[in-house]
Each structure stands twice: as C-alpha cells, then as structure tokens.
C-alpha cells in the first residue's frame, strides 16, 4: 500500500519503520519542522515535505500522527483529494474527521513510543475503526500486516481504552518520579527499585492486579501506613495521595474476592 505519514513524532517513526518493514511504500512524509521531516523521510526513502499544500495525491491512505488539537485543522485540509484519511489518536473520535471527510477511520497503536527505544511492532495492539465497513476491512487488513493483535474498536470504546491506559501507564510513571524524588532527598539509588518495578510488572501480565496486590494498605496495617504518612508531613501533596490511594486499596481488598 502507498501510505503518506503526517507528522514525524515517535508515533509515526515507529509506526513508518514497521509499515516500511512490512513492505509498505511510504510516499511522504509532512511535519511543520523541515528537519524533522526529512530525518524521518530519510530513514523511510520517503520525499520529506514540510507545507501540507505539497502532498502527493497518488497514494492509498493519509495517516495524520500529530498532536491532538492539529488532527482537525490537517483534515481539512487533505480532505480535497477524497482518499481516506485516518488518525492515530486514542482520544480523538472518528468524527473529527468525518466533519470533513465520508472516507474517515482510526489507526491507533496502544502502546508508549520512545524514538530512541525500539518496539516490536509485531507485539502492539492495534485499534482501528472505518466510517464504513469496506474501510474498516482495509484498516484490519493493513493493520495485521505490522501486529499480530488487531481489533475493531469503536471511539466511545477507544475513549474508555485511552482512559484506561493513562491509569496504566502514566499515572505509575509519575510514581516512579515520586519513588525517585523521595530516594534523591535521602541520597538513595533509584537502581535500588527496579527489581521490584519488573517483578511487579511480570506479575501482572499472568494474573489480575487484584490477585497479586502486595503492601501495607491491601493487609491494613494501620501501624505502617501511619508511619509513611508521618515521613510525608512535609509533603501535603504526596500525603494526599499516600492516603487516597491506600484507602482505595483497602476497599479493593474488601470488596473484591482475591485469588492467594
């Protein structure tokens, strides 16, 4: 398939790569920074171009991977050429561009991109959605062309999917920062809790988080939690969250049958 790639992110460096590696011939590739375009252009033997009034209407599919808040504005755009556009956005429904176009679809990957860490395309769930059905057959086709996990997904499901993943993947990153902020104050090595990070990541991939809960707040040891809490009364904001999210994990343990 003939493919033009809108944007030169690590969405569309790891998505260009895979789709190039599948045999996929990458026509363009569009980003406002001319650099940007042609370092991703050149990796994919594609033309780099860096005004989207220059796009080459002899390809198959436009796959905007852009910000969120440019997808409207960049389909309106291509909508001119009636070839099917499609978004790799988790949070943007299919009709944003639907507003400009009846040849509108989703292509989203459900996974964290790095451009300087590599992915095994193969491995990513893929997310894809048509306007109707013969685009939607294209899109899977396409799709399991680079993944060997690829679903239909609807936006309203895709929302809660996206939702989900920030509660996944963001939001335990951002402990991770607070694990390592708290380390540094006391001249501790972040080294020390990658260990744990894994096993606990590992566990996961083979039972439900409820099963394999591990801590002071999941067996309510008051006596503990209330010894963290005084190590963070210089700290309102991540007290705050200490307490939260232990009480949640209580009525996880309460209400929920757990599996030893």
């Not at 390809?59 to 808040?69: M, W, Y």
């Not at 400009?100 to 292509?107: D, K, L, N, Q, R």
């Not at 501790?188 to 409820?210: G, M, S, W, Y």
């Amino acid at each position: 398939m003939r493919i033009t790639l809108i944007g030169s992110g690590n969405v569309a460096t790891h998505l260009g790569a895979a789709l190039k590696n599948a045999g996929h011939y990458i026509v363009q590739v569009y980003s406002r920074n001319p650099q940007n375009a042609a370092l991703l252009a050149y990796h994919l033997k594609a033309e780099a171009i860096s005004d989207i009034s220059e796009v080459n209407p002899d390809t198959d599919l436009f796959i905007i991977s852009t910000a969120d808040d440019a997808i409207d504005g960049i389909a309106a755009q291509l909508a001119y050429h009636q070839i099917p556009i499609v978004h790799t956005s988790g949070a943007t429904p299919i009709q944003v561009l639907l507003k400009h176009t009846e040849h509108a679809g989703v292509f989203y990957p459900l996974q964290t991109f790095s451009k300087t860490k590599e992915v095994d395309f193969h491995t990513v769930p893929l997310c894809v959605e048509g306007a109707y059905e013969h685009l939607t057959a294209m899109l899977k086709e396409l799709a399991q062309t680079i993944s060997n996990n690829v679903d239909v997904v609807s936006s309203d499901k895709r929302k809660i999917l996206h939702l989900s993943a920030v509660f996944a993947c963001n939001f335990p990153n951002y402990l991770y920062y607070t694990a390592q902020q708290l380390l540094a104050a006391h001249h501790l090595d972040f080294n020390l809790l990658r260990p744990l990070i894994i096993e606990t990541a590992e566990k996961v991939q083979v039972q439900f988080p409820a099963n394999v809960q591990t801590g002071p707040a999941i067996r309510n040891d008051k006596k503990t939690m209330e010894a963290h809490i005084g190590l963070l009364n210089n700290e309102p904001v991540l007290k705050e969250i200490y307490e939260l999210l232990s009480q949640c994990i209580i009525k996880m343990g309460e209400g929920q049958h757990r599996v030893e």
